[in-house]
C-alpha cells in the first residue's frame, strides 16, 4: 500500500489549503483515515481523523477551522484547513488504518504517507 498526498505549501495567515491523500495498492478495506502534524522539537499530534463509519475527530485547536472528509471511491482522505493561523505551522503527515489483502489473507495495518509541509506567514 502506497500514501500519496499533496497539498501543502505557504499561505498566509487566515487563508486556506486543502490536504490530500490518496492510498493505492492492496486496499481491502479502511477502518480509518487522518492527519497529523509535527514541529521540531515536538511530538507528532492528531489534527483530525474519520472513521469509515464517518465519525471524526479533531485537535481542539482547529475546532471550526479545519474539516475532514473522505472519498471512499477514491480511497482518499481530505483536510480543508480554513482561517490557517501561524501555530498550524508544521509538517502534515496522512495517515491510514486499513484492512490489506496479501497471499496469505486479510490483514491490518498502518501506513503513514512522507509529509507534507504548511507554512503559515506573512
Known amino acids: 500500500v502506497q500514501l500519496q498526498a499533496s497539498g501543502g505549501g505557504l499561505v498566509q495567515p487566515g487563508g486556506s489549503l486543502r490536504l490530500s491523500c490518496a492510498a493505492s495498492g492492496s486496499v481491502f478495506s479502511i477502518n480509518l483515515m487522518g492527519w497529523y502534524r509535527q514541529v521540531p522539537g515536538k511530538q507528532r499530534e492528531l489534527v483530525a481523523s474519520?472513521?469509515?463509519?464517518?465519525?471524526?475527530d479533531y485537535l481542539d485547536s482547529v475546532k471550526g477551522r479545519f474539516t475532514v472528509s473522505e472519498d471512499n471511491a477514491k480511497n482518499t482522505v481530505y483536510l480543508q484547513m480554513n482561517s490557517l493561523k501561524p501555530e498550524d505551522t508544521a509538517v502534515y503527515y496522512c495517515?491510514?488504518?486499513?484492512?490489506?489483502?496479501?497471499?496469505?489473507?486479510?490483514?491490518?495495518?498502518?501506513?503513514w504517507g512522507e509529509g507534507t509541509q504548511v507554512t503559515v506567514s506573512s
Open positions: 495517515y491510514v488504518k486499513l484492512w490489506e489483502s496479501t497471499d496469505t489473507g486479510l490483514r491490518e495495518h498502518e501506513y
Open positions: 474519520i472513521t469509515a463509519g464517518d465519525t471524526t
